[in-house]
């Protein structure tokens, strides 16, 4: 018995697979992760707990090295601009000052988890109700709630003093304890949150003594991806990688960067093939080391797609199961068109290497985020038809909704600095040197202290009615709007009938005096900066050129709906009420930004120019009916496809009340079942089925929607599917 322990530990021991081990030719799911890593990481762990399937993961960026960038919670904000960050900017923003945007975007192994703000909650119960009522059964609170505690390992506080003093309450049927994400609390509190939470409660907005249980109108202090042991940030690659990296059926491979998806029947896109001097990398620093030329060595590839050169293989047993013949649905029943496949990815390290092809068994599953997801997308010919001839590139599938309804929780920075000095604040960190000194010292003895804090995570999630004094001209406006009056021009009319329906629904929950309207993000400095959470502005992901490494085109269009900077000059105003309470003045802040003196009309301005991303770019391969602009159905698949889905932020709908990281990997392990699932039901349909002639793949992409018929069609056993994922950044 001793001796057959031995010889199991040795075989895992010689299969484990280190980063960018050689890639073998085919791999039953291939998640390519562009600068992801939250959906990516978290899908690719739980499909490769199957050992008799092969997982690929691609990733657009490099693996981090534990730098106190990534892993110091104190350091938050530190990481981007850096090699983690894909250093993205939107167009210039008409509706505010002109100027373009700064969206950050993580890049690595990890993705936002590794530069976000690390705050974790899920949004309100009626925020699931909504994204249900817009053509998703199955999405409801409480068909996510079982993903979410799925996904969390839940740390109470340990003592009760302090959970009482920051009016923390943890409701434990609603909390996950078993999951790989540490979620927790920070060993230091700025007590500058204690006087925040009182000034709230004394202009009657009340505190949300546990925000992840569903309700989250009012104070509300925020748990955080904190591992409480080391006191370092839980990213995903420490939570859903680095568990299962031994697991010999797990690829990860870093600095790749894919280019394209591959349809059956086309082939690589030339365009993609070729690098010009407008076609240079974004975000990452060429190719991995110990991966030279390529990640199966001095390979190119010809027009076909084909690649020659050698791969490693696993096992005869695990390469067996690539030739087991699949059954795929001709008709795709919420478009009435027929499907085609998605059979591989194009991908290289930089704009100047050889391109390279892998091709996977099963499916095809996009999680790039909310702004790569739709560039992959259009750049593979999915997408709206007139859009991509008039970039010259083939269309596989016509789907107006790929890019649309783009949207952001948009914040506007405000600065009460406080000049009581008796009381710490983050900014001693940096103006005292005696105070850092001892921050870092108990950090890198203990584990403990100031250095553990997020500083964000004591914040609030206001209702509209009780700012505004009574007031409903805000809602009054909204629901004067015609659907199509603020939306981009030419917007496809299948995009604005989504937008009529979600416009109800997100003014029904502005004047809900039950659910949260914005967000005031508490720098505990000072700052008190405000976020909208329901943004009616709504903009666009689109292609400057065929090229795949130059950046997408990203105009979120901010303010552009006038609804939204009314929302944020409520707030700002709501502000100056709440500095001059009983409970915030002993912190003595001075408003400095805006003026005191500010007129509605400056306040407007002070929007316009300090307005940015909230780093929760939404939307772009919504989860809506074909019928209004969607691009993914409930069960997350590519409309016009058979075996290709989206899973990251992009399929969001309609923004929650949140910080995205726990919602996305919510939604992420709610996929992984979903794809099992379905994968089951092929693998028992093709065991009942008797085996015929598999039919020829069709030659070109407009024969490809006559190519099927109503009926089950066998499907090349050789035949590969390729699964793509990702996750989007949150910060703050």
């Known amino acids: 018995m001793f001796s057959l322990l031995l010889c199991i530990l040795f075989a895992v021991i010689s299969f484990a697979l280190p980063l960018n081990s050689p890639l073998l030719q085919s791999y039953d799911y291939i998640v390519v992760v562009v600068g992801g890593g939250v959906a990516g990481l978290t899908v690719a762990n739980r499909l490769s707990e199957d050992p008799t399937v092969n997982v690929l993961v ?3 960026g490099p693996a981090d090295h534990g730098e ?11 990481g981007m601009s850096t090699i983690y960050d894909w250093n993205l900017s939107s167009t210039a923003q008409i509706s505010l000052d002109g100027k373009p945007r700064s969206i950050p975007q993580g890049h690595g192994l990890g993705g936002g988890s590794l530069i976000n703000g690390m705050l974790w909650n899920r949004g309100e119960v009626d925020d699931w109700a909504n994204i249900a009522a817009l053509g998703n059964p199955g999405w409801t609170w409480n068909d996510m709630l079982p993903y979410f505690q799925r996904s969390e390992r839940y740390w109470g506080l340990s003592s009760e003093e302090l959970a009482v003093a920051y009016s923390i309450e943890a409701n434990a049927s609603v909390h996950g304890i078993s999951g790989p994400v540490n979620v927790s609390f920070p060993s230091w509190y700025w007590p500058s949150s204690r006087a925040l939470f009182a000034g709230l409660n004394e202009l009657g907005i009340p505190t949300a003594f546990d925000p992840n249980a569903g309700q989250i109108a009012g104070a509300s202090f925020l748990p955080i991806s904190l591992d409480p042991v080391t006191g370092t940030r839980s990213t995903a690659r420490r939570a859903y990688y680095d568990s299962v990296a031994s697991r010999p059926n797990l690829w990860v491979a870093t600095s790749q960067y894919v280019t394209q998806i591959l349809f059956a029947g086309t082939s690589a896109d030339l365009n993609a093939l070729i690098s010009t001097s407008n076609d240079v990398p974004i975000g990452g620093q060429g190719s991995s080391p110990g991966v ?6 001095q390979t190119d590839v010809s027009p076909s797609g084909s690649p020659s050169t050698r791969r490693r293989g696993l096992s005869l047993l695990q390469n067996l199961w690539h030739s087991l013949p699949r059954v795929l649905r001709r008709q795709n029943t919420a478009t009435g068109t027929q499907v085609v496949r998605a059979n591989g990815v194009v991908f290289a390290a930089d704009a100047q290497s050889p391109r390279e092809v892998v091709s996977a068994t099963r499916e095809v599953i996009l999680a790039a985020g909310s702004l790569h997801s739709p560039q992959l997308l259009l750049l593979s010919g999915v997408g709206r038809a007139a859009t991509l001839r008039q970039l010259a590139i083939p269309v596989n599938i016509d789907l107006p909704g790929v890019g649309s309804n783009l949207h952001d929780h948009g914040q506007v920075w405000a600065w009460y600095p406080y000049n009581n000095s008796a009381i710490a604040t983050p900014l001693s960190l ?7 000194e001892n921050a ?43 659907a199509a009056q ?23 929950a502005l004047s809900d005096p039950t659910r949260a309207s914005y967000e005031i993000i508490n720098g505990n400095d000072g700052a008190l900066t405000v976020a909208s959470m329901r943004p009616l502005s709504r903009g666009t992901v689109t292609l400057n050129s065929p090229q795949p490494f130059e950046p997408p085109v990203i105009d979120p269009r901010y303010g552009s709906n006038p609804v939204d900077k009314q929302v944020l000059l409520a707030a700002l105003r709501f502000n100056q009420r709440l500095i001059v309470t009983e409970s915030m003045s002993q912190l003595q802040p001075l408003q400095m930004y805006p003026a005191a003196d500010a007129t509605d009309d400056e306040l407007l301005q002070w929007i316009a120019t300090t307005l940015e991303t909230e780093y929760h770019p939404a939307g772009t391969c919504s989860m809506l009916p074909f019928a209004l602009g969607g691009v993914v159905s409930p069960d997350l698949l590519v409309y016009g496809t058979s075996n290709l889905r989206v899973v990251d932020a992009s399929i969001i709908p309609m923004l929650p009340a949140a910080h995205l990281q726990a919602v996305v990997y919510g939604i992420a392990e709610k996929a992984a079942d979903v794809i099992r699932a379905a994968n089951a039901r092929d693998q028992a349909a093709t065991s009942s089925t008797p085996a015929t002639t598999p039919s020829p ?23 590969t599917f390729v699964t793509v994922v990702e996750t989007q950044t949150v910060y703050a």
Not at 292 to 297: L, Q, V
Not at 705 to 718: E, G, H, R, W, Y
């Open 430 to 436: 940096i103006r005292n040197s005696t105070f850092a």
């Open 68 to 78: 106190g960038i990534i892993n110091v919670p104190g350091m938050i904000g530190d």
């Open 486 to 508: 603020y939306l981009p021009s030419g917007t496809d009319g299948s995009v604005v009938l989504g937008f009529t329906q979600q416009l109800r629904l997100l003014t029904q």
């Open 292 to 297: 030279p030329g390529g990640i199966f060595g």
């Open 697 to 719: 793949s069709p030659p070109t992409s407009s024969s490809a929607q006559s190519f099927f018929n109503d009926a089950l069609v066998p499907i090349d056993p050789m035949t």
């Open 440 to 482: 870092w010292e108990e950090y890198n003895a203990n584990r403990t202290g100031p250095l553990t804090s997020a500083a964000y995570d004591g914040v609030a999630f206001p209702a509209l009615p009780f700012i505004v004094n009574g007031s409903t001209a805000i809602v009054d406006a909204a629901t004067a709007q015609a």
């Open 58 to 60: 691609l990733e657009a």
